[in-house]
């Protein structure tokens, strides 16, 4: 059934690249690959390089353990794929691209053989069910399954879950946006992720209050490590 409907959103929306409106595919392989993948990883919560211990000294005490990216530098045509990837009919057809630029970044570092061992539980980071049902789908949803088809991966989407209905991130300042995530989240199952390595997606991270909010959740429910993986990493003063 999911190859008919894709079938027939290919006939009634037919595809062309953002970057160069070749038919055939909404990122092809040639535009693709002129978005740069990094091999570096930092501290989610500054720009020191990290590729081991995931968190710089002065962050030690946060909830969030790491943060894997595929892409920090500002980008103009993966900037408009992000935006699209949010849109129907779009949505279905750049998620196999866009997580490719995650598997890209895990496999130049070589990151995904200690980060995924043991196996980890993948957690998209959730929409509130009123915003989903609008929207029709969760773009993190639809990375995590690409992930987890890659790599051989298990999806928990009960296990976080969005009792707030909270305002765009965007635009706000640091406390506002701490203060629009407050007891946004909640674990209704705590069973399936005590004592278990998380790893949390979502398609970009900003000023990271989304990812650290979702962590404190999951680590207070007893999860044992919580790491965030995304698409794009977004610096304010680039993008």
């Known amino acids: 059934m999911q190859i008919l409907y894709e079938k027939f959103l290919d006939i009634v929306y037919p595809q062309f690249c953002l970057g160069c409106g070749q038919e055939g595919s909404r990122l092809c392989p040639d535009c ?3 978005i740069e993948v ?3 990883r930092f501290c989610p919560f500054c720009s020191s390089v990290n590729p081991f211990n995931g968190r710089c000294s002065l962050h030690q005490n946060r909830a969030l353990d790491g943060l894997d990216f595929a892409v920090g530098e500002k ?3 993966l900037e408009e794929a992000l935006v699209k990837f949010k849109s129907p009919p ?3 057809n750049l998620a196999i691209p866009l997580a490719s ?14 980060l995924f061992q043991p196996s980890p539980v993948l957690v998209p980071i959730p929409l509130h069910r009123k915003r989903e049902r609008e929207r029709g789908f969760n773009q993190s949803l639809l990375l995590a399954r690409q992930l987890a088809q890659e790599f051989s991966l298990s999806i928990c989407y009960r296990c976080l879950q969005r009792q707030k209905n909270t305002l765009s991130q965007e635009g706000l300042s640091p406390k506002e946006r701490q203060e629009n995530l407050e007891e946004a989240f909640f674990c209704p199952f705590p069973e399936l992720i005590k004592g278990q390595k998380i790893i949390l997606v979502d398609d970009v991270f900003a000023s990271g ?6 962590a404190q959740v999951l680590k207070n429910k007893g999860a044992a490590f919580v790491w965030g993986i995304t698409i794009a990493r977004r610096d304010f003063s680039a993008w």
Do not use: D, P, S
């Open 75 to 77: 980008n103009f045509l």
């Open 90 to 92: 779009y949505c279905q």
């Open 38 to 40: 990094t091999e570096k």
């Open 209 to 214: 209050a989304t990812m650290e909010k979702a």
């Open 101 to 114: 630029l995650i598997v890209a970044h895990l496999r130049l570092g070589n990151y995904q053989k200690k």
């Open 32 to 34: 693709l690959a002129l």
